[in-house]
Structure formats: structure tokens, C-alpha cells
């Protein structure tokens, strides 16, 4: 895959091998491991705009950004375009150029709200949440899926909306909202996006992308100017390195500083909950994986844990 700058309203990223934004996942310091493995960019985790204007404690959390993280983007979702504008000109925002506006989620907790993946179905309210955002001065990128169902696909007509309001660059999921995230990526829906935004923004192309191979298959067969990764970071979040050429850490080394950096930021609960996980996934297709999974789980605090991670991963 060919590495190249891409150009967010001015703002150039450095290669076009993205992070993708995940609900749970994409803290500080998971950021930080992805960015010392080369990612052109990262993103915060989803966070609610409507939080941040009731001043949410949890939501303000998820905002946290550091030196590491040089140019900065965060994620937003919501259905309100003068809430979601309150937000992007909040305080709590003001580290970040850049903000993408959700509109791809497919859970039924943001769904049924009318947020996330049910804009696709709402194109006024989508251009609306772009064009007023676009008024905070922030660059302002979209992540959407091609449609609710197969028999739905809008990706281009729904694109065509958000250029028209002024978005600086779109992300397509290459799955229809009720695939969750099972299923080949349509291809050809990403590539009509990319038609549509005819080269005046970047088009991002997200969906089944586990290896550098994936990534020129998708770019081959869409004409995107670059890809998203999602889930292929959160098993092995140094898989930008197959991209970038940028050395490998030991697995052992890695997980041990962020889970110190976890337990830094976030304390002792979290960082035990959240970093049993994330290190159980990154077990992932290792001999006898499921027997020290089970180890990591029984684990009651952050130093049993550390103490395990030591004794399992080389």
C-alpha cells in the first residue's frame, strides 16, 4: 500500500492509515500504542454531545489527550445540529481540529435514539449537524455506513449531502447498518462515494481490513484515498507497523506500559476491567490462548495482573 499525506480542510495527516474511533477501546493510551506504530491519525472514543453539555465527568474523560497525540480528533455523536455546534465549541473540545460526527453506529442503544447509523435514514438532519458544525470553525469529517439494509443502500446520495454542507472528509463502513460488523464490505457502495466526493475531500474507506493485503484490496477495488482500521487494532494495535515499516515492541513490554498508563490516568477499577480485556484480545490466535485468558480474567487488581501479563506474553 502506497503511503501519502491526506489533506483535512488544511490540516495534512501523516499517511493515510487511520485509527478508527471505538466505543470502549480507543482511550489515551491505546491512542499512543497505535500512533508509536505509525497511524496517520487517531481518534477519541464516541462521545456524547448532549453529555457534554450537562457536563458529564465520564464523558469529559473520554476526551483525554496528551503530547503523543499531535494532531487531534474526536468524535461526536448526537442528533441535535445546535447541540452537537455547542459541543465542537465547547472548552472540553477545544484541543481538537478536528471533529468527526458519528453517523455510523449500528447499536441499538444510539439507533434507537436516532443517532449514529439512523442519519442515514434523516439526509436533511445529517447536512443540518454538518453544515451548523462546520459554524464552531472545526474541520468536520463524517463516519457513515452505505445504508440500513441491503435493499437500502444511499452511500452516494447521502455523501452528496454531506459535501454539499461542507464536510472535510468522509469514512465509509462498507456494511449496511443491520450487518452489524459481519459480512464482505461492499466495495462497489464505497466506490460510489468516492465518485461523489469527485476528489474535492478525501473519501476513507473502513471495513474487513485485518492485514496490509486487505488494505490494497480495498484501495484497488474503491479508489479510496485511504483506510480506517478498526477491530485488527484492538487484537494487535501495532499492526500499523506492517504498514509503516516502524519496529515492533515485545508484546510483554507493550501491554505493561499501558496498563501502567491505564492505571494512571484512570485508577485502579478501570484499569483492571479494561486492561484484562484488552489483553485477552491480544492473546488473540496464540497457542493455549483460551487457558491464560481465563487466568487474565480471575485477575482481582491491577498488580495480579501485571504479574501475569509478565509470565504470558514474550
Not at 76 to 97: H, N, T
Amino acid at each position: 500500500m502506497k503511503l501519502h499525506s491526506i489533506d483535512i480542510g488544511g490540516i495534512r495527516t501523516e499517511n493515510n492509515v487511520f485509527l478508527a474511533p471505538l466505543a470502549g477501546y480507543t482511550n489515551y493510551p491505546f491512542r499512543k500504542i497505535c500512533l508509536g506504530a505509525g497511524a496517520g491519525l487517531t481518534c477519541t472514543e464516541m462521545v456524547s454531545a448532549k453529555g457534554l453539555r450537562f457536563g458529564s465527568e465520564n464523558t469529559r474523560a473520554l476526551l483525554y489527550t496528551g503530547d503523543a497525540e499531535k494532531l487531534k480528533a474526536a468524535q461526536l455523536f448526537g442528533s441535535d445540529p445546535q447541540i452537537l455546534r455547542e459541543a465542537c465549541e465547547s472548552e472540553a473540545l477545544a484541543p481538537f481540529p478536528i471533529v468527526d460526527i458519528n453517523m455510523g453506529c449500528p447499536m441499538p442503544k444510539i439507533y434507537n435514539n436516532g443517532e449514529g447509523s439512523a442519519l442515514l435514514a434523516a439526509p436533511a438532519l445529517a447536512a443540518a449537524i454538518v453544515s451548523e458544525c462546520k459554524k464552531s470553525g472545526k474541520r468536520i469529517t463524517v463516519k457513515m455506513r452505505i445504508g440500513l439494509t441491503a435493499g437500502e443502500i444511499v452511500a452516494a446520495d447521502f455523501a452528496k449531502r454531506l459535501l454539499d454542507a461542507g464536510a472535510d472528509m468522509l469514512c465509509v463502513h462498507g456494511r449496511t447498518r443491520d450487518k452489524i460488523y459481519a459480512g464482505e464490505p461492499d466495495y462497489a457502495a464505497i466506490a460510489s462515494v468516492v465518485r461523489a466526493a469527485e476528489g474535492k475531500v478525501p473519501v476513507i474507506a473502513n471495513g474487513g481490513i485485518f492485514s496490509v493485503a486487505d488494505a490494497d484490496r480495498m484501495l484497488q477495488n474503491t479508489g479510496a484515498d485511504g483506510v480506517m482500521i478498526a477491530r485488527a487494532a484492538m487484537y494487535d494495535p501495532q499492526i500499523f507497523c506492517d504498514f509503516t515499516g516502524a519496529a515492533r515492541r515485545s508484546k510483554r513490554e507493550m501491554v505493561l506500559t499501558q496498563l501502567a498508563e491505564t492505571l494512571d490516568l484512570f485508577g485502579e477499577r478501570f484499569a483492571t476491567v479494561y486492561m484484562r480485556k484488552m489483553a485477552a484480545f491480544y492473546l488473540r490466535g496464540e497457542k493455549g490462548a483460551a487457558a491464560e485468558r481465563t487466568r487474565l480474567f480471575a485477575c482481582g487488581d491491577t498488580r495480579a495482573l501485571a504479574t501475569a501479563v509478565r509470565e504470558i506474553f514474550p
